[in-house]
């Protein structure tokens, strides 16, 4: 459901309303980098109400050996590649989901809509650890910003709001999948802010210059 309310039309769409910050740093204070940006939508009468701008950072030296098959790929090369996005997820490198907030959303809200997305992507096992990290998902208001970091061992997730020291701890091979794959697997509910969120992987990552990809790439992609 990638952080959104139940029952609620998502979409990310080119006409939007947008009440919080633009500006997405290019770089984390840990020095993990910006690959890509995209808005999360939801549709209200006829607009598209952006909720939150979801602003994916990677270690990029780790980031660059892992996906190194990827170093002379277009944008549109890498995302059309049928293993791009499995090894982008599975890569053991540090990566954060910046979520910067434009509306005032409570945790109530935003909790049942994360646990269905988690839940159809990890085992039944994991229905505790889900609850824990729902848990850390705190009351949002426009301009807030938070941050989740999976780390690079495959199994540990720190979230935090951003400046402040991180409040969930977490180790979870299988929820830390689980979030990426809510994003970045076949399956999503979110293709164009898949591929928004990675399209600068070239240039960031292998010095490749690389342009935004348009409305009829990202449909193509998308229903490849």
Same mark, same amino acid.
């Given at each position: /459901?990638?952080?959104?309310?139940?029952? @609620?039309?998502?979409?990310? =769409?080119?006409?939007?309303? !947008?009440?919080?910050? #633009?500006? *997405?740093?290019?770089?984390?204070?840990?020095?993990?980098?910006?690959?890509?940006?995209?808005?999360?939508?939801?549709?209200?009468?006829?607009?598209?109400?952006?909720?939150?701008?979801?602003?994916?950072?990677?270690?990029?030296?780790?980031?660059?050996?892992?996906?190194?098959?990827?170093?002379?790929?277009?944008?549109?090369?890498?995302?059309?590649?049928?293993?791009?996005?499995?090894?982008?997820?599975?890569?053991?490198?540090?990566?954060?989901?910046?979520?910067?907030?434009?509306? /005032?959303?409570?945790?109530?809200?935003? @909790?049942?809509?994360?646990? =269905?997305?988690?839940?159809? !992507?990890?085992?039944? #096992?994991? *229905?505790?650890?889900?609850?824990?990290?729902?848990?850390?998902?705190?009351?949002?208001?426009?301009?807030?910003?938070?941050?989740?970091?999976?780390?690079?061992?495959?199994?540990?997730?720190?979230?935090?709001?951003?400046?402040?020291?991180?409040?969930?701890?977490?180790?979870?091979?299988?929820?830390?999948?689980?979030?990426?794959?809510?994003?970045?697997?076949?399956?999503?509910?979110?293709?164009?802010?898949?591929?928004?969120?990675?399209?600068?992987?070239?240039?960031?990552?292998?010095?490749?210059?690389?342009?935004?990809?348009?409305?009829?790439?990202?449909?193509?992609?998308?229903?490849?």
């Amino acid at each position: /459901q990638g952080f959104l309310p139940p029952g @609620r039309s998502p979409h990310q =769409a080119s006409k939007m309303v !947008r009440l919080g910050p #633009d500006a *997405t740093p290019e770089a984390l204070p840990c020095g993990a980098v910006l690959v890509g940006e995209g808005d999360r939508c939801l549709k209200i009468g006829f607009l598209d109400v952006v909720v939150y701008r979801l602003g994916l950072y990677l270690d990029a030296e780790a980031a660059r050996r892992e996906l190194s098959h990827f170093a002379s790929y277009s944008a549109t090369e890498m995302c059309s590649h049928r293993s791009f996005f499995e090894q982008l997820v599975c890569g053991r490198f540090r990566k954060t989901l910046r979520l910067a907030f434009s509306r /005032q959303m409570p945790a109530s809200q935003l @909790r049942p809509g994360i646990r =269905a997305g988690l839940v159809s !992507r990890t085992c039944a #096992d994991s *229905t505790g650890l889900i609850d824990r990290f729902l848990e850390a998902i705190p009351d949002v208001n426009p301009q807030d910003v938070l941050l989740i970091t999976l780390l690079e061992d495959g199994e540990g997730i720190e979230v935090a709001r951003e400046g402040r020291p991180a409040h969930l701890e977490l180790n979870s091979g299988d929820i830390w999948l689980g979030l990426q794959r809510v994003y970045f697997d076949a399956r999503t509910e979110m293709p164009a802010l898949r591929l928004a969120a990675v399209q600068r992987i070239p240039e960031k990552l292998f010095g490749t210059e690389c342009s935004s990809l348009d409305g009829r790439q990202v449909s193509d992609i998308s229903n490849s």
